[in-house]
Nanobody, 119 residues
Framework: QVQLVESGGGLVQAGGSLRLSCAAT????????LGWYRQAPGKQRELVAS???????NYADFVKGRFTISRDNAKNTVYLQMNSLKPEDTAVYYC?????????????WGQGTQVTVSS
């Protein structure tokens, strides 16, 4: 079983920055893909950024150039550095870990952390 615990959310003014962290338990961190998703009220959950076990990254167009995802395998932690925040970035941000071990696919979600950007 894997547990993910997010932290770093909060209230920030437009143009400001926040750094989200997601710490994972378990031994599959190093072989897994990690991602950050977000869900705003009344909207579907959407992918913000992801990073593979090899360090390859992928970003949604709406955060390119502003957000950076990174991982520290020694600390079992994935980060999301968010700069130049906009009010439309307001959402609950969720961490997800997924992959395939032997012949089984797995995925786990964190509980989410609220990010609120004021105008």
């Amino acid at each position: 079983q894997v547990q993910l615990v997010e932290s770093g959310g909060g209230l920030v003014q437009a143009g400001g920055s926040l750094r989200l962290s997601c710490a994972a338990t378990g031994s599959i961190f190093g072989i897994s893909t990690l991602g950050w998703y977000r869900q705003a009220p009344g909207k579907q959950r959407e992918l913000v950024a992801s990073i593979t076990s090899f360090g390859g990254t992928n970003y949604a167009d709406f955060v390119k150039g502003r957000f950076t995802i990174s991982r520290d395998n020694a600390k079992n932690t994935v980060y999301l550095q968010m700069n130049s925040l906009k009010p439309e970035d307001t959402a609950v941000y969720y961490c997800k870990i997924w992959g395939r071990l032997l012949k089984y696919d797995y995925e786990y979600w964190g509980q989410g952390t609220q990010v609120t950007v004021s105008s």
